[in-house]
Nanobody
Framework: QVQLVESGGGLVQAGGSLRLSCAAS????????MGWFRQAPGKERELVAA????????YYADSVKGRFTISRDNAKNTVYLQMNSLKPEDTAVYYC?????????????????WGQGTQVTVSS
């Protein structure tokens, strides 16, 4: 079993920055590819960024490329999402998820563990 706890969400003005953290406990964190998903009201949950379990490869949705950066520190059992130049359309609940695999996936069903989510609100 893996427990994932997100933190770092909040209210920020457009153009601002936030850094989300996801702390993992339980099984070996380094065995898991990690993803950050988000879900806005009335919309489906979507993959925003993901990172291979070794950290050597990353993925970004087109909507956040150049603005968001995913990283991980396996020694601290933590994955991060640095979000810069935030826009009102980035407003959503952000979830981290772990997949017991080398590679990440864009499919929600491929992830084994989920955090409880953290709210990010970007005001215009």
């Amino acid at each position: 079993q893996v427990q994932l706890v997100e933190s770092g969400g909040g209210l920020v003005q457009a153009g601002g920055s936030l850094r989300l953290s996801c702390a993992a406990s339980g099984r070996t964190f380094s065995n898991y590819a990690m993803g950050w998903f988000r879900q806005a009201p009335g919309k489906e949950r979507e993959l925003v960024a993901a990172i291979r379990r070794s950290g050597g490869s990353t993925y970004y949705a087109d909507s956040v490329k150049g603005r968001f950066t995913i990283s991980r520190d396996n020694a601290k059992n933590t994955v991060y999402l640095q979000m810069n130049s935030l826009k009102p359309e980035d407003t959503a609940v952000y979830y981290c998820a772990g997949r017991n695999s080398i590679w990440y996936s864009s499919s929600l069903n491929d992830y084994d563990y989920w955090g409880q989510g953290t709210q990010v609100t970007v005001s215009s």
